[in-house]
């Protein structure tokens, strides 16, 4: 396991860099696809063991889920650390894997998995091609497309958002979050310290969040609004399109309506979890997720899984468990690559 990447490797400080054009050939002994927490401490741990490893994701930086939803949201759940920040863990994972200086194929969706006999060739959406000894699929939930607030669609970009990647953008704003599960929750907590106002919105008068989260939003400063819909949001016409958001009309089922002062929305309703090119690489799913045997390999026999995608009786979905996951699949595919090689890795201070 000696093949050396032919793409340009890119460390942490390089994985807001472009990604690797149209054309690009990668040879790696490991394919990792997605790069969320999974996928990154798999391109530590497989780099650790000695191979050559590229992480290839859809998205346009590292982190997956966790920097694209929850950045941050802090994470108690992770050994080590009582609490850590969504965006700092990832960080530390990517410096993490960064020792070993990985490919990383970033906005590259793989499409296409096809068998060669000695190894795996992986297309992109990107046009890039990837030769593999052996891949593992550590894609999280898939593709997450968020689910549409119904009205106030041309406000996208212009005051309406779904996600909050940075809460500072959002600085002494008046703000309106729509939904009633964590994510919405977690954000009016967030934003209370730095906006203006948060009026959290929801249809019902119950919440699907966890019921501590509930207790803590109700002891805060945040004005809730249950049960209300959205139904106009309008602009300041400033730029005579509509301009940016400027106000948000409340109204319940009794016709009641209330008129917010609104700078921002934020629209948490959830998201459409999809397989995409994942559901046509010949593996065996069970509830949309991949099976896996006590290996983490697929139904291919170089194709693994790890983390929130990978299916076996009695899973936990945990981060931690993700972690050991793909530690676990790395050694197996260790052996498969070069069975001389011993299955158990040894102790980390003595490489």
């Not at 860099?17 to 990154?40: F, H, I």
Request: aromatic residues 6%; proline residues 5%; glycine residues 14%.
């Amino acid at each position: 396991m000696d093949a050396g990447p032919t793409a340009m490797s890119a460390g942490p400080a390089a994985m807001g860099a472009a990604a690797p054009s149209a054309g690009t050939e990668v040879s790696v002994d490991l394919l990792v696809v997605g790069a969320g927490p999974t996928g990154l401490y798999a391109a530590y741990y497989a780099g650790f063991r000695g191979m050559s490893v590229a992480v290839a994701d859809a998205l346009p930086e590292v982190g997956g889920q966790i920097a694209a939803l929850y950045p941050e949201k802090l994470v108690y759940d992770v050994a080590g650390f009582p609490a850590v920040r969504g965006q700092d863990l990832v960080d530390r994972l990517a410096e993490q894997a960064g020792r070993w200086n990985p490919v990383y194929l970033l906005g590259h969706g793989v499409t296409d998995l096809d068998d060669t006999g000695a190894g795996v060739v992986a297309t992109t959406d990107a046009g890039a091609r990837i030769s593999a000894g052996a891949v593992l699929v550590c894609g999280g939930i898939g593709n997450f497309i968020p689910r549409e607030l119904p009205v106030g669609s041309e406000y996208l970009g212009r005051g309406l958002r779904y996600f909050v990647p940075r809460l500072d953008e959002l600085s002494g704003q008046d703000v309106v979050v729509v939904g009633g599960g964590d994510s919405a929750l977690d954000w009016a907590l967030s934003l209370e310290p730095v906006a203006a106002s948060v009026t959290l919105v929801h249809r019902r008068t119950r919440f699907r969040a966890h019921e501590r989260t509930v207790e803590q939003v109700g002891n805060s400063s945040v004005r809730v609004l249950t049960p209300y819909e959205v139904e106009k949001i309008s602009g300041d016409g400033a730029d005579g399109n509509g301009g940016v958001v400027s106000e948000v009309v409340v109204a319940n089922s009794d016709g009641d309506r209330i008129t917010l002062p609104a700078q921002s929305v934020v629209a948490a309703l959830g998201f459409i979890a999809d397989l995409g090119p994942i559901e046509r690489w010949g593996l065996d799913l069970r509830r949309r997720r991949i099976l896996v045997d006590r290996t983490m390999r697929t139904s291919r026999e170089r194709v693994f899984a790890a983390g929130d995608i990978a299916d076996y009786d009695g899973r936990v979905g945990l981060i931690s468990i993700g972690f050991g996951e793909a530690a676990l699949a790395v050694n197996h595919v260790a052996a498969l690559l070069d069975p001389a090689r011993s299955l158990t890795p040894g102790h980390s201070s003595d490489a």
